[in-house]
């Protein structure tokens, strides 16, 4: 059973800093990523990382503030968010790809998808 496991989340002052991971089990996994959904709007991509050669893909809203990185022997993936703003308020989902990709943008390259966790910054 594929099961992907986020955790992390939390409220936070504008200007800090919290850390996502995604634990994944069940199968391979070649490309994870992270998407966000904020109240009223689509969800949107932030990030991805290739999890053989590490490659790593951000929005132009997130680049230079979070970091993705992996622990391919825990299965693991984590986003490093600092410099947090209140327009990054939202539920952050781990979506994880069993397709032979280099990177993923797009939500409909993924086949896997975390339950969501909420992340919250207060101005």
């Known amino acids: 059973q594929v099961q992907l496991v986020e955790s992390g989340g939390g409220l936070v002052q504008a200007g800090g800093s919290l850390r996502l991971s995604c634990a994944a089990s069940g199968r391979t996994f070649y490309v994870m990523g992270w998407f966000r959904q904020a109240p009223g709007k689509e969800r949107e991509f932030v990030a991805t990382i290739n999890r053989s050669s590490g490659s790593t893909s951000y929005a132009d809203s997130v680049k230079g503030r979070f970091t993705m990185s992996r622990d391919n022997a825990k299965s693991t993936v984590w986003l490093a968010m600092n410099l947090l703003q209140p327009e990054d308020t939202a539920v952050y989902y781990c979506?994880?790809?069993?397709?032979?990709?280099?990177?993923?943008?797009?939500?409909?390259?993924?086949?896997?998808w975390g339950q969501g966790t909420q992340v919250t910054v207060s101005s």
């Open positions: 979506a994880a790809a069993s397709r032979r990709l280099g990177l993923a943008l797009n939500e409909n390259e993924y086949n896997y």
